[in-house]
């Protein structure tokens, strides 16, 4: 099915290690974005991306990284996992119109 | 300071019952707001409001906005298991990035 791929699903990652969180979209949306969900606090914004080649920070950018080379591609990048970055994460993307957004299933990251 | 408010955070039933969750919104420039629904994964949209007073619904489900007093409810009757979920209120504000502005979520609980 069409819509917002997000891998991996699970993480585990020990503090100081590095990873990337995958994200891709079909839908040739140009807005897409990171979320992180912990519990209780609904959802917090990490970064944006209006179109390839334009990210900037939202509200908790501090410790992540991201690109948008592509359309379809919005890779979030951690660099020195701390256990403060414990916690789900959520791709997802829209078109900038009135139809809301579409969610990725999520990623849940672990850091021990 | 944007910001979104739910309430209540969390509120347990039984099948059967009718619920009323609460959303209230102090934003710069409103242009609409979503309603998602989200079980043990991404967040699902349910509706999206933009006008006062024209109630939106679907099935057991509906929602009404009033941007004068600066709130929307969403109403489920004759609640059933299945409904049990986190439902996140969220207002778009208009800026150019399309971001979304979340509250922290209702949690409902049907017992049955």
């Known amino acids: 099915n069409a819509g917002v791929t997000q891998t991996p699903k699970f993480r585990i990652l020990k503090i100081g290690q590095s990873m990337t969180l995958q994200c891709a979209q079909d839908m040739n949306h140009n807005y897409m974005y990171w979320y992180r969900q912990d519990p209780g606090m609904g959802l917090k914004l990490i970064y944006y991306s209006v179109g390839a080649g334009i990210t900037d920070k939202g509200e908790v950018p501090n410790g992540y990284n991201v690109s948008r080379s592509t359309t379809e591609d919005f890779p979030l990048r951690l660099e020195l996992a701390a256990p403060s970055q414990t916690s789900v994460y959520f791709c997802?993307?829209?078109?900038?119109?009135?139809?809301?957004?579409?969610f990725g299933s999520g990623t849940r990251l672990t850091v021990v | 300071e944007d910001k979104v408010v739910q309430s209540p955070l969390s509120l347990v039933v039984h099948e059967g019952d009718t619920v009323t969750l609460n959303c209230s919104y102090e934003?710069?420039?409103?242009?609409?707001l979503l309603w998602y629904k989200q079980e043990k994964k991404a967040p699902t949209f349910l509706f999206m409001l933009t006008s006062s007073g024209i109630e939106k619904k679907s099935g057991r489900l509906s929602s009404i906005l009033d941007k004068k007093e600066l709130f929307s409810i969403l109403n489920i009757t004759a609640t059933q298991t299945g409904d049990s979920a986190i439902y996140l209120c969220a207002v778009d504000d208009g800026g150019s990035q399309g971001n979304l502005i979340f509250g922290k979520g209702t949690k409902l609980s049907v017992k049955p």
């Open positions: 934003v710069t420039n409103f242009r609409s």
């Open positions: 997802a993307s829209s078109s900038g119109g009135l139809y809301g957004y579409t």
